[in-house]
C-alpha cells in the first residue's frame, strides 16, 4: 500500500508519496490547481494501481473540494485529516513551523501509524450539505442586517407604525405598501379604498378597512419627517428583503432533496428539523473521523475548558467554544427542540434545573447528551428509542 500526502494550496500543490514501510517514493511533486496539474499528478503515480493508493489531504474547505471530487469521481481512495491531526504529528517530531513540502510528507507517514476512513459518496453529499447550511446562514444574516436598517429608517419616516399591527412591520402587507408608498407622508395622501385593498389583499383578508384608517391617521399625524433618500433606501430594502426570503426559500430546497435522498438516521430524533439536520451532517461528515463522543464534542466546542493549577480545580467551566460554530449553534437549538418535543430531554433538562443550574447550562448539558446519541445513531447506523439511548 502507498500512501500519497498532498499539501493543498490556492495555485499550487504539493505531493509526497510513501510506501507502507516509510519509505519515500518521491516528495515534494508540486503542481497546478488545474486540470493540466491534477492530470500532471496521475500521471506521476499511473504505474500503482488505484487500489494500492490512498490519496491523503488537509480538509481546507473550499481548497480542497475540487480535488476531492476530481479524483473520488476517477475511482482514487482518497481521505480527508484534520489539520489539528497533522499539526500535533508535525510537532510529535519536533518540528513546530509550517512547510508545505514538509508537510505533504507528514500526511502520507501520519496515515501509516493511524486510522483513516476513506471518502464514500455520502461524504460528497456531506460537503454539499455544509456548503448549502453555510449560504443558508449567509443569506439569513443578510435578511436580518436588511430589517434592522428597515426599522432604523422607518423610526425617521413613520415611527409609529410598527406599534400599529400585532405582527409589527415585518409582513407580506407592511412591505406591499411601504415598498410602494415608503413615507407617512405618501400613506396620509392615500384613498381609504387604495389602502384597504393594499393591505387586505396582501394579508389574506386579514387587515379591513378598520386597520386602513388607524394607519392612515396616524400617518397624518406622524412625527416622522420626509426624506427621500430614506425612502428610496427603503423601497431598496424591502426589494432586497423579498429576494433574500426567495433564495432562502430555494436553498432549503436543495437541503430537503439531499436530506430526502440520504434518509440520515438522525432525523429520527425528537424535534431535529431538516435544517438542523443538514448542518450536523455536514458539519461531522462521515462519523469515523471521531473516535468517541467527547472527540465530536470537542470537534463542536461544546467540551469544557478546564481551568487548572496546582491543587486548584474551578468548580465551573464554560464551553470552549472551539471547533465548528455552525454545529455548535445547530446542537444548542436542536437541543431546546428535543427538551419540548420529548420527555426524556424534557426530564433531563428539568433534572439539570431542579440541581441549580441556569437556563443555558442546563441546555449545554443537554446539547452534551444529544452529542452521545447523535454519534450513536450514526455509528450503529439506527434510528432514534428513547428507552435504549437515554
Same mark, same amino acid.
Given at each position: 500500500?502507498?500512501?500519497?500526502?498532498?499539501?493543498?494550496?490556492?495555485?499550487?500543490?504539493?505531493?509526497?508519496?510513501?510506501?507502507?514501510?516509510?519509505?519515500?517514493?518521491?516528495?515534494?511533486?508540486?503542481?497546478?490547481?488545474?486540470?493540466?496539474?491534477?492530470?500532471?499528478?496521475?500521471?506521476?503515480?499511473?504505474?500503482?494501481?488505484?487500489?494500492?493508493?490512498?490519496?491523503?489531504?488537509?480538509?481546507?474547505?473550499?481548497?480542497?473540494?475540487?480535488?476531492?471530487?476530481?479524483?473520488?469521481?476517477?475511482?482514487?481512495?482518497?481521505?480527508?485529516?484534520?489539520?489539528?491531526?497533522?499539526?500535533?504529528?508535525?510537532?510529535?517530531?519536533?518540528?513546530?513551523?509550517?512547510?508545505?513540502?514538509?508537510?505533504?510528507?507528514?500526511?502520507?507517514?501520519?496515515? *501509516?501509524?493511524?486510522?483513516?476512513?476513506?471518502?464514500?459518496?455520502?461524504?460528497?453529499?456531506?460537503?454539499?450539505?455544509? $456548503?448549502?447550511?453555510?449560504?443558508?446562514?449567509?443569506?439569513?444574516?443578510?435578511?436580518?442586517?436588511?430589517?434592522?436598517?428597515?426599522?432604523?429608517?422607518?423610526?425617521?419616516?413613520?415611527?409609529?407604525?410598527?406599534?400599529?399591527?400585532?405582527?409589527?412591520?415585518?409582513? $407580506?402587507?407592511?412591505?406591499?405598501?411601504?415598498? $410602494?408608498?415608503?413615507?407617512?407622508?405618501?400613506?396620509?395622501? *392615500?384613498?381609504?379604498?387604495?389602502?384597504?385593498?393594499?393591505?387586505?389583499?396582501?394579508?389574506?383578508?386579514?387587515?379591513?378597512?378598520?386597520?386602513?384608517?388607524?394607519?392612515?391617521?396616524?400617518?397624518?399625524?406622524?412625527?416622522?419627517? /420626509?426624506?427621500?433618500?430614506?425612502?428610496?433606501?427603503?423601497?431598496?430594502?424591502?426589494?432586497?428583503?423579498?429576494?433574500?426570503? /426567495?433564495?432562502?426559500?430555494?436553498?432549503?430546497?436543495?437541503?430537503?432533496?439531499?436530506?430526502?435522498?440520504? #434518509?440520515?438516521?438522525?432525523?429520527?430524533?425528537?424535534?431535529?428539523?431538516?435544517?438542523?439536520?443538514?448542518?450536523?451532517?455536514? /458539519?461531522?461528515?462521515?462519523?469515523?473521523?471521531?473516535?468517541?463522543?467527547? #472527540?465530536?464534542?470537542?470537534?463542536?466546542?461544546?467540551?469544557?475548558?478546564?481551568?487548572?493549577?496546582?491543587?486548584?480545580?474551578?468548580?465551573?467551566?464554560?464551553?470552549?467554544?472551539?471547533?465548528?460554530?455552525?454545529?455548535?449553534?445547530?446542537?444548542?437549538?436542536?437541543?431546546?427542540?428535543?427538551?419540548?418535543?420529548?420527555?426524556?430531554?424534557?426530564?433531563?433538562?428539568?433534572? #439539570?434545573?431542579?440541581?441549580?443550574?441556569?437556563?443555558?447550562?442546563?441546555?449545554?448539558?443537554?446539547?452534551?447528551?444529544?452529542?452521545?446519541?447523535?454519534?450513536?445513531?450514526? #455509528?450503529?447506523?439506527?434510528?432514534?428509542?428513547?428507552?435504549?439511548?437515554?
Amino acid at each position: 500500500m502507498f500512501f500519497l500526502g498532498i499539501d493543498i494550496a490556492k495555485l499550487n500543490h504539493v505531493a509526497s508519496l510513501v510506501s507502507d514501510n516509510g519509505n519515500i517514493v518521491f516528495s515534494n511533486f508540486m503542481f497546478k490547481n488545474s486540470l493540466e496539474g491534477f492530470l500532471s499528478l496521475i500521471d506521476k503515480i499511473k504505474s500503482i494501481p488505484k487500489d494500492d493508493i490512498v490519496i491523503a489531504l488537509e480538509f481546507t474547505g473550499h481548497y480542497s473540494d475540487n480535488f476531492v471530487n476530481f479524483f473520488f469521481n476517477r475511482k482514487f481512495n482518497v481521505t480527508l485529516v484534520n489539520p489539528s491531526n497533522v499539526a500535533n504529528f508535525r510537532k510529535s517530531y519536533g518540528r513546530d513551523s509550517k512547510n508545505d513540502r514538509i508537510d505533504s510528507i507528514n500526511i502520507a507517514k501520519m496515515l *501509516l501509524s493511524r486510522e483513516y476512513s476513506l471518502v464514500t459518496q455520502s461524504d460528497i453529499e456531506y460537503l454539499s450539505l455544509k $456548503k448549502l447550511n453555510r449560504i443558508r446562514d449567509s443569506l439569513v444574516k443578510q435578511k436580518s442586517k436588511c430589517k434592522i436598517l428597515l426599522t432604523r429608517n422607518l423610526d425617521s419616516i413613520f415611527p409609529e407604525l410598527q406599534y400599529l399591527l400585532p405582527s409589527g412591520i415585518h409582513s $407580506k402587507a407592511v412591505y406591499a405598501l411601504l415598498k $410602494k408608498y415608503p413615507s407617512s407622508e405618501e400613506i396620509a395622501a *392615500l384613498g381609504i379604498d387604495v389602502l384597504t385593498n393594499i393591505l387586505k389583499t396582501n394579508s389574506r383578508g386579514h387587515f379591513c378597512e378598520k386597520t386602513a384608517y388607524i394607519i392612515k391617521s396616524q400617518a397624518r399625524s406622524s412625527v416622522g419627517f /420626509e426624506d427621500i433618500s430614506l425612502s428610496f433606501h427603503i423601497s431598496q430594502l424591502i426589494s432586497s428583503i423579498e429576494l433574500l426570503e /426567495e433564495q432562502i426559500r430555494n436553498t432549503e430546497k436543495q437541503i430537503n432533496a439531499i436530506i430526502e435522498k440520504l #434518509k440520515p438516521v438522525i432525523l429520527s430524533i425528537p424535534g431535529i428539523s431538516n435544517v438542523a439536520c443538514a448542518c450536523i451532517l455536514g /458539519e461531522i461528515g462521515n462519523i469515523s473521523r471521531f473516535r468517541s463522543p467527547s #472527540k465530536l464534542l470537542a470537534f463542536a466546542g461544546l467540551d469544557p475548558k478546564v481551568r487548572q493549577s496546582g491543587q486548584f480545580r474551578a468548580l465551573s467551566c464554560r464551553m470552549s467554544k472551539r471547533g465548528s460554530k455552525y454545529l455548535r449553534y445547530s446542537l444548542i437549538y436542536t437541543a431546546w427542540n428535543a427538551v419540548r418535543n420529548n420527555e426524556v430531554f424534557s426530564n433531563y433538562y428539568a433534572l #439539570k434545573r431542579s440541581q441549580g443550574k441556569n437556563h443555558y447550562k442546563a441546555l449545554g448539558h443537554v446539547a452534551h447528551k444529544l452529542v452521545r446519541v447523535i454519534y450513536k445513531l450514526m #455509528k450503529d447506523n439506527i434510528s432514534f428509542d428513547a428507552e435504549q439511548l437515554i
